[in-house]
């Protein structure tokens, strides 16, 4: 086993990472770029290195530097975790050719599996059901449009090299396929440096449940059951669970044995994930994950398996340490991602500062998080805070139990997902296990799910006005056996007993961050709610709009947001231009 491994990434990943690796005796070399500094990751670690500026390029995408760290550290292995570069075949293979042992697939796999379309050609020849779609890149506008014809709207416009939800469109006609193709495209040149697209049949509604394998170097592949991941928002998952609510022994039968073989036919060793379209009982090849999964968890909780360790075991040329005759699915696992985002702006990123911090527990209750009080959600990461899951013998007590930890949870300083997921979990479309994208694609129900304002200064928790000038102080009373808080104005009055009933100091309000963009209806003034930079601008100065038109694209925190009119009317005054940056606030266009 080795001695000394370097874990290439950061946040909770990195700190799920290690805490494998010190439960072993294994010592941790954690790497941080200049913002992260003060992370909790570069703590949790035994040694930190420092990689270089913010920017992932010069930091935590930088291959040289990161080879570097690990030579100086001396380190034995590298765990690449998820995102960056975990599914990189050429850093597996700069790692190999470094003496370091990737702990992950053989970069063969990795490139099998990373071009979507090879991937597909691959399952296929192997007898593995794909989606009805293309197998090789479609080249331009004018050749998708064929093929869109034959394959049948709506399609799904792929990034070859994509993953994670990024490069992933979607056109309901001939009319919306320009579009969804050269973003597609945009999004698998900046994520992937692949512009590559193929298209696929878009599957109206499908449940997407993925399979979880392990697969040695002695010739050992299983499976550890299934995971639903169909509750998304711009197809990236926001709540995973498992065992999946519509898959029964017989189909998870079948569907292990297809991811086991997918698996098998690219000589595949390590952690994977074969993902796949559920519609009634077929069940499609999507794509498969050469990496540990975000959600990998709520495998985790329902069978006692810790994948991470097995990846290491695998790694060190050991055998896997089960059987496929000893995995057995107990109870149910809910994740919900807790994200730096404001869903009732449909789910627009929201960086900032967390001023206040508590993390829920109790039984069946785990949090994999990478923040603490003082933490910087910064714009140029994942929005990805932390990740809550909860355990307990069925869907129904694990729904309830989240519902409990999810009310415990305190953020102060950012808008997060929490409202969201208490208010999804507490529907009647989640408790009859649909997929929730009528309510996701809903604008008014979203919009609900905006945060009441704080009270201000002078206002009490009732938002009545405090007299002015006069002290204020807070008692616990007892009245009959039950604690009250009472507010009381004016300067304190003798006491039989001054300990008794002590004055308390006013308990601190928690911070919470503006969620009302500064758009102007008086103004007509429509303004960037987003830090970020332009990569698209769908109008000119004269353009006549109507009410949700395209203005423009904005790139933030590793996802596209598109930037919509709220009125129907004339654009003026257009202020901004594609390649530039934009902050919070920063006056888009006027529309009259």
């Given at each position: 086993m080795f001695e000394r491994v370097l874990v290439a990434n950061r946040g909770e990943i990195a700190i799920r990472v290690m805490r494998t690796l010190r439960e072993m005796g294994i010592v941790s070399i954690g790497v941080y770029s200049e913002a992260d500094r003060e992370a909790p990751h570069v703590g949790e670690a035994d040694e930190a290195h420092l990689l270089g500026p913010p920017v992932p390029a010069e930091s935590y995408l930088n291959v040289?530097?990161?080879?570097?760290?690990?030579?100086?550290?001396?380190?034995?292995?590298?765990?690449?975790?998820?995102?960056?570069?975990?599914?990189?075949?050429?850093?597996?293979?700069?790692?190999?050719?470094?003496?370091?042992?990737?702990?992950?697939?053989?970069?063969?796999?990795?490139?099998?599996?990373?071009?979507?379309?090879?991937?597909?050609?691959?399952?296929?020849?192997?007898?593995?059901?794909?989606?009805?779609?293309?197998?090789?890149?479609?080249?331009?506008?004018?050749?998708?449009?064929?093929?869109?014809?034959?394959?049948?709207?709506?399609?799904?416009?792929?990034?070859?090299?994509?993953?994670?939800?990024?490069?992933?469109?979607?056109?309901?006609?001939?009319?919306?396929?320009?579009?969804?193709?050269?973003?597609?495209?945009?999004e698998g040149e900046k994520f992937f440096s692949d512009p590559s697209v193929y298209l696929e049949r878009y599957l109206e509604d499908p449940r997407h449940v993925e399979v979880q394998v392990l697969a040695d170097a002695h010739g050992n592949v299983i499976h550890l059951g299934e995971r639903d991941c169909s509750i998304q928002r711009r197809h990236q998952k926001l709540i995973e669970e498992s065992p999946a609510?519509?898959?029964?022994?017989?189909?998870?039968?079948?569907?292990?044995?297809?991811?086991?073989?997918?698996?098998?036919?690219?000589?595949?060793?390590?952690?994977?994930?074969?993902?796949?379209?559920?519609?009634?009982?077929?069940?499609?090849?999507?794509?498969?994950?050469?990496r540990v999964q975000v959600e990998h968890c709520v495998t985790e909780m329902v069978t006692g398996i810790d994948i991470?360790?097995?990846?290491?075991?695998?790694?060190?040329?050991?055998?896997?340490?089960?059987?496929?005759?000893?995995?057995?699915?107990?109870?149910?696992?809910?994740?919900?991602?807790?994200?730096?985002?404001?869903?009732?702006?449909?789910?627009?990123?929201?960086?900032?500062?967390?001023?206040?911090?508590?993390?829920?527990?109790?039984?069946?209750?785990?949090?994999?998080?990478?923040?603490?009080?003082?933490?910087?959600?910064?714009?140029?990461?994942?929005?990805?805070?932390?990740?809550?899951?909860?355990?307990?013998?069925?869907?129904?007590?694990?729904t309830a139990r989240m519902l409990r930890a999810l009310g415990e949870y305190e953020i102060g300083g950012l808008v997060t997902l929490v409202p969201f997921h208490r208010a999804i979990l507490d529907t009647d479309q989640w408790r009859n296990a649909e997929t929730c994208r009528d309510l996701i694609g809903d604008r008014k129900w979203l919009k609900s799910l905006e945060p009441s304002p704080e009270p201000s200064a002078d206002a009490g928790g009732d938002q009545a006005a405090e007299p002015e000038g006069l002290d204020e102080r807070t008692y616990q009373v007892e009245v009959d056996g039950r604690l009250h808080s009472v507010r009381v104005f004016g300067a304190a009055g003798a006491s039989a007993n001054p300990g008794a009933g002590a004055g308390l100091r006013r308990p601190p309000r928690r911070e919470r961050a503006a969620v009302d963009g500064p758009r102007s209806s008086a103004t007509e003034t429509l303004v960037s709610p987003i830090q970020g930079t332009v990569l698209k601008v769908a109008v000119k100065d004269g353009d006549e709009v109507e009410d949700g038109a395209l203005i423009c694209v904005i790139e933030a925190m590793k996802m596209e947001n598109e930037i919509t009119a709220d009125r129907p009317g004339k654009v003026s005054q257009l202020a901004v231009k594609e390649g530039a940056s934009v902050a919070a606030g920063d006056v888009i266009a006027k529309i009259e």
């Open positions: 040289g530097k990161l080879l570097e760290a690990a030579a100086k550290a001396g380190a034995e292995a590298v765990h690449p975790g998820y995102g960056f570069l975990a599914e990189n075949a050429e850093f597996a293979a700069a790692c190999e050719d470094a003496g370091l042992t990737f702990i992950g697939p053989p970069a063969s796999a990795i490139e099998a599996m990373g071009s979507k379309t090879r991937a597909r050609e691959l399952m296929s020849q192997a007898g593995v059901p794909i989606v009805p779609g293309t197998t090789s890149p479609v080249e331009s506008v004018a050749e998708a449009k064929r093929q869109a014809k034959e394959i049948g709207y709506p399609v799904a416009c792929k990034a070859a090299g994509g993953g994670g939800g990024k490069g992933f469109r979607v056109a309901a006609s001939e009319k919306e396929l320009k579009d969804a193709f050269e973003g597609a495209s945009r609510p519509h898959v029964d022994d017989g189909m998870r039968e079948r569907i292990g044995k297809i991811a086991t073989d997918a698996a098998t036919a690219v000589d595949y060793r390590s952690a994977g994930t074969v993902e796949g379209l559920q519609t009634g009982e077929d069940y499609f090849f999507l794509e498969m994950n050469t991470v360790r097995e990846q290491l075991l695998i790694a060190a040329g050991e055998e896997l340490s089960v059987s496929q005759e000893d995995v057995e699915l107990r109870g149910h696992a809910i994740e919900c991602r807790i994200n730096a985002e404001a869903a009732h702006k449909n789910f627009a990123p929201a960086p900032g500062r967390i001023t206040s911090y508590r993390e829920p527990g109790g039984p069946g209750v785990r949090i994999d998080s990478g923040v603490v009080a003082g933490s910087e959600v910064t714009p140029l990461y994942d929005p990805l805070i932390a990740k809550l899951i909860a355990w307990d013998t069925d869907r129904e007590r694990a």
